[in-house]
C-alpha cells in the first residue's frame, strides 16, 4: 500500500518562504512522476507543480511558476515544494499525490485523476 506523508506546513507571514515535504513508502518512488495541488476553504482542489519521476521536467500553474519549486531526491523517496514570496491567497491544504501510472510525464499530470495516492495534507496559513 502507498502511502505520502507531507509535513512542512505552517503559519507565516506574507512574503516568507516555507519548503513542504512528501516521503513516500510502498512502492518504488523513483519510478513515478509527483505532483502538488492546494485547496483553500471554499474552493475546488487546485494543480500547483509536477515532477517526472528522474526530476527532469515539471509543469507550473502559470500564476505560481515564478515563486515555487518542486524537486525530488529519489534516494530519499521524497518530493518537495519550495514556496517563497508567500501572500494571504497562498493559504490553503497542500496535497502531494503520485501518479497512477509509472515513467510519465505530460500536461495530464495537471490534472487531479491523473494520480491514484494522496497525502493527507498539510495546512498552509500565510498572514497579512
Known amino acids: 500500500q502507498v502511502q505520502l506523508v507531507e509535513s512542512g506546513g505552517g503559519l507565516v507571514q506574507a512574503g516568507g518562504s516555507l519548503r513542504l515535504s512528501c516521503t513516500t513508502s510502498?512502492?518504488?518512488?523513483?519510478?513515478?512522476?509527483m505532483g502538488w495541488f492546494r485547496q483553500a476553504p471554499g474552493k475546488e482542489r487546485e494543480f500547483v507543480a509536477t515532477?517526472?519521476?528522474?526530476?527532469?521536467?515539471?509543469y507550473y500553474a502559470d500564476s505560481l511558476k515564478d515563486r515555487f519549486t518542486i524537486s525530488r531526491d529519489n534516494a530519499k523517496n521524497t518530493v518537495y515544494l519550495q514556496m517563497n514570496t508567500l501572500k494571504p491567497e497562498d493559504t490553503a491544504v497542500y496535497y502531494c499525490a503520485a501518479d497512477r501510472q509509472p515513467y510519465r510525464i505530460s500536461r495530464v499530470l495537471m490534472s487531479a485523476p491523473a494520480y491514484g495516492d494522496w497525502g493527507q495534507g498539510t495546512q498552509v496559513t500565510v498572514s497579512s
Open positions: 515532477i517526472s519521476w528522474s526530476g527532469l521536467s515539471t
Open positions: 510502498g512502492r518504488t518512488f523513483s519510478n513515478y512522476a
